[in-house]
């Protein structure tokens, strides 16, 4: 056996009707939903029941599952304390998929154990009124690029097609939270938009659309289930599919969708992995056909540093302007359009604008703690983007900024925080600011020195 049918459910605690108490009325069509797919799985009669869920531990650059085998949840939180969970979870499938993350250098494993969360429990407590049997495991998501998410369900399917495990997918979200201007957070022109993609790929069950979503679409829609739905999308990978989209519902302002997908027989045309990184593979080469001095020289240090372990010379080829300047450079560089790393100077610590960017190249790709070091296999996929900064100028207050044409600093005694200017999803002057402080670990009501500087970027 193998995963022999995948779910996409919501998980208000609304629906619950103890939680609910009559409330839940509103979204009547999503609890029929529920109670039909969880009908069909009891009928199917899992061994287990895997569930992603974005309310489980959520890391920045790795896949939680949990290191118990039995675990319990209740709905207290919400004013439900009655509604208890004791679920036991399948170990040997979560070995298997740790054992073959491991084989492939793959961020995920168990970890210390959590309490159920609620974006599993919603889906347990209509699928355990009609089967009481089989196992589960919760498995948490990343924000690490989506093809990463996806890759973790490609790593799943394998597990269980080694055991030969009988098993249902259940990818648990919410889709957008701005979808009525009565709603709890609002409503945002986005959020209908990314929910009718999603919609879109539930009746179509082209899961490209999950892969190359907007990534300002993405953040704006304040979703919730994208990347749950991604893992599901990679268990199915290279696999025809039928899909039955049953509902999707708005009236709380938060978009609650579910859909019932059956895999078939393989098919080349939907290695969507495959095509996504053949795609990406050719933008890539584009890119970098354009590239100017700036960046090849960036790229040229990083790919000798991993590679070789080399700094490289100066190359005899190099522009006088490289040669000659002084000046602050930061170097970006970006996978899969999600940073990797980034790392500058505000002034010249060099004796030329060439050694600022060989230096930096290697500190962004290899010294920036946000990140772990970049590995040979990552150099094929790099974006790099380099920013020579003019010289910073003091400025008496925040008016005096543009978020487009300026940069910032922020000083505050021995502390600060640098964010350059025209970066994706920056808007507003104060989040500028904002985010400054933040790097520097300045708080929001500290009074700062600020100061302001122009970047010619190179990409």
């Known amino acids: 056996m193998s995963i022999i049918a995948s779910y996409i459910v919501p998980h208000p605690p609304l629906i619950v009707k103890e939680i609910g108490r009559g409330e839940e009325k509103k979204v009547l069509k999503t609890i029929q939903s529920y109670e039909e797919i969880a009908k069909e799985i009891a009928k199917l009669e899992p061994e287990t029941v895997i569930i992603t869920s974005p309310h489980a531990p959520y890391y920045s650059d790795y896949f939680y599952m949990g290191n118990q085998e039995n675990i319990q949840g209740d709905f207290q939180t919400f004013g439900a304390k009655e509604v208890v969970f004791h679920e036991q979870q399948d170990m040997e499938l979560m070995n298997a998929i740790e054992i073959i993350a491991k084989e492939n250098h793959f961020p995920t494993g168990k970890i210390e154990e959590k309490e159920l969360d609620h974006g599993t429990m919603v889906p347990l407590y209509f699928l355990r009124k009609y089967y009481k049997k089989g196992k589960i495991i919760r498995i948490g998501l990343s924000t690490l690029p989506l093809i990463e998410n996806y890759n973790l369900g490609m790593i799943i399917k394998k597990a269980v097609d080694k055991l030969n495990r009988k098993v249902v997918f259940v990818a648990s979200g919410d889709l957008s939270h701005k979808l009525q201007t009565y709603g709890p957070y609002g409503f945002i022109k986005e959020g209908p938009i990314y929910d009718q993609i999603i919609c879109d790929m539930m009746k179509s069950g082209n899961f490209m659309k999950l892969l190359n979503i907007d990534k300002e679409l993405l953040e704006k829609s304040a979703e919730c289930g994208h990347r749950s739905f991604t893992i599901m999308a990679g268990a199915?990978?290279?696999?025809?599919?039928?899909?039955?989209?049953?509902?999707?519902?708005?009236?709380?302002?938060?978009?609650?969708?579910?859909?019932?997908?059956?895999?078939?027989?393989?098919?080349?045309?939907?290695?969507?992995?495959?095509?996504?990184?053949?795609?990406?593979?050719?933008?890539?080469?584009?890119?970098?056909?354009?590239?100017?001095?700036?960046?090849?020289?960036?790229?040229?240090?990083?790919?000798?540093?991993?590679?070789?372990?080399?700094?490289?010379?100066?190359?005899?080829?190099?522009?006088?302007?490289?040669?000659?300047?002084?000046?602050?450079?930061?170097?970006?560089?970006?996978?899969?359009?999600?940073?990797?790393?980034?790392?500058?100077?505000?002034?010249?610590?060099?004796?030329?604008?060439?050694?600022?960017?060989?230096?930096?190249?290697?500190?962004?790709?290899?010294?920036?703690?946000?990140?772990?070091?970049?590995?040979?296999?990552?150099?094929?996929?790099?974006?790099?983007?380099?920013?020579?900064?003019?010289?910073?100028?003091?400025?008496?207050?925040?008016?005096?900024?543009?978020?487009?044409?300026?940069?910032?600093?922020?000083?505050?005694?021995s502390k600060r925080g640098v964010l350059l200017p025209d970066l994706e999803g920056i808007d507003a002057i104060d989040q500028q600011i904002s985010i400054a402080k933040r790097k520097a670990n300045i708080s929001e009501e500290e009074e700062v020195e600020l100061q302001r500087f122009e970047v010619i970027r190179h990409i």
């Open 236 to 413: 199915l990978d290279g696999l025809n599919v039928e899909t039955n989209f049953l509902s999707h519902e708005d009236q709380t302002g938060v978009g609650y969708g579910l859909c019932k997908i059956y895999p078939k027989e393989k098919s080349k045309e939907r290695e969507f992995k495959r095509i996504y990184l053949e795609n990406k593979n050719r933008n890539i080469e584009e890119i970098q056909k354009q590239e100017d001095e700036y960046v090849e020289l960036a790229r040229n240090a990083i790919e000798s540093y991993i590679k070789e372990n080399k700094v490289i010379n100066i190359p005899k080829t190099t522009s006088k302007e490289l040669l000659k300047k002084r000046s602050g450079v930061f170097v970006s560089i970006h996978k899969w359009e999600e940073l990797r790393g980034c790392i500058g100077t505000i002034l010249p610590i060099t004796s030329c604008i060439a050694e600022e960017i060989i230096e930096n190249a290697i500190s962004a790709a290899t010294k920036d703690n946000r990140f772990s070091p970049i590995t040979t296999e990552e150099l094929p996929w790099l974006e790099i983007n380099v920013d020579v900064l003019t010289k910073p100028e003091t400025i008496n207050n925040k008016n005096e900024l543009d978020v487009k044409k300026y940069g910032v600093i922020v000083t505050k005694g």
